[in-house]
């Protein structure tokens, strides 16, 4: 606990109560002031029912920037000129939390808004390299060395999880529609992650089919996020690769759940299969690891990190390989349980909200005594 009520402000683009940075953003700020700290969140926009929370943030706002007593943590994963102002401008001590930014050309066939996006976030992230930076916390040590390479110094890089609402998802009601409809003793594939390019639906689509050939027994594959409409050509074409692969009947896309039908369909889950293509963390596998949802999955970006041998992971993609390791867990129970103890145990021990919510505290605590 601290006695000093030094502000912390928390600087993010936009804010709204349901997304991975704003979960991270709101549980942060609620941390700080239950330690003491004079925590508040400025976003130059944000969802009304947040708004006796955060304020609007203004680069002219001076009595803020000029206090060099405050830590300043700014959330970083789009271009946001407002917020490189304040940066600019600032004489607070300076922490980039980063989230990472998706690679452009995933959407360059699907969404020029999303494409030109990431490009101005990865303009944004050399920028803010160049600043001066008391640290930088990374989601993963993934994201983090994307710093490192733009010449931060090491030893002021960090890895910070982001804060999440897993312990809520698991309290929720659990769906019996779909409970009631899905668990019949045929093996349920999921991944969850938003409709997007980087997320490897595709793969997901080939790992299916493969494994029904390799089982030769019924299968599906439950694909849930959210979902953009200008992303529905890309769902048209992973459609379209369903049927060519004569598995359109056993792939199940859901849309925008609630957290009860989330919460049901770990609940049916077999085997949570992740071959996404970029992640800078991956959230839905510490919810896998918390519901005992034994993973397989394909080692990218912060894929391996997050797992880190909690799940059955291989190096490069194969489908062939990937449904090899889903027959391990649909067929031995030993391998089921042992996946689910080290899951659940590495998210007891690292990704548990009392776990982070110390870490958070810790690296605020050195940036206020640096």
């Given amino acids: ?3 000093s ?4 402000f928390l600087l993010v683009p936009s ?13 942060t700020h609620q941390i700080l002031r239950r330690a003491g700290y004079d925590a508040r969140i400025f976003a130059e926009d944000f969802n009304p029912a947040l708004a006796s929370i955060a304020a609007e943030a203004r680069a002219e706002s001076h009595e803020l920037w000029n206090d060099s007593a405050a830590i300043l943590i700014y959330h970083h994963s789009i271009d946001w000129q407002r917020g490189e102002k304040i940066l600019a401008r600032s004489k607070n001590r300076i922490v980039i939390k980063y989230h990472n930014v998706t690679p452009p050309h995933y959407f360059s066939a699907y969404a020029q808004n999303y494409y030109r996006s990431c490009v101005g976030g990865i303009e944004a992230t050399a920028r803010l390299a160049c600043l001066r930076l008391d640290f930088v916390w990374g989601d993963s040590q993934y994201n983090a060395d994307e710093f490192i390479g733009l010449g931060v110094p090491r030893e002021r890089c960090r890895v910070a999880p982001p804060l ?12 019996s529609t779909i409970v009631g409809r899905y668990r019949d003793g045929v093996p349920n594939l999921l991944f969850v992650g938003a ?22 027994c019924p ?8 979902f953009d409409p200008v992303f529905e050509g890309y769902r048209e074409e992973l459609l379209r690769h369903a049927r060519n692969l004569e598995v359109e009947d ?18 049916i889950a077999s085997v949570f299969l992740c ?23 394909w080692d990218t970006t912060a894929v391996g990190e997050t797992c880190d041998g909690c799940g059955i992971v291989y190096d490069t993609f194969d489908a062939n390989a990937l449904a090899r390791g889903i027959d391990e867990c649909v067929t031995s129970r030993a391998v089921t349980r042992d996946l689910a103890l080290r899951g659940r145990r590495r998210y007891e021990t690292v990704f548990h909200p009392d776990v982070l919510e110390s870490r958070v505290l810790a690296l605020v605590q050195e940036a206020e005594d640096l």
């Fill in 219 to 226: 299968a599906r594959l439950f694909l849930v996020g959210s």
């Fill in 164 to 175: 999440h609402r897993i312990e809520e998802l698991g309290r929720a009601s659990c769906d």
């Fill in 275 to 297: 071959v996404s293509e970029h992640e800078g963390f991956c959230v839905p596998l510490a919810e896998a690891m918390y519901f005992r949802v034994p993973i397989v999955a």
């Fill in 15 to 27: 804010l709204e109560p349901n997304d991975a940075i704003g979960n991270d953003v709101l549980r």
């Fill in 250 to 267: 056993s792939l199940h896309l859901a849309h925008s759940v609630s957290l009860s039908q989330l919460r049901a369909y770990y609940n």
């Fill in 195 to 216: 409709f997007r390019p980087n997320k490897g639906h595709f793969k997901a689509i080939e790992t299916l089919a493969a494994y029904r050939s390799l089982a030769a």
């Fill in 1 to 3: 606990m601290t006695k």
């Fill in 5 to 8: 009520r030094r502000p912390v």
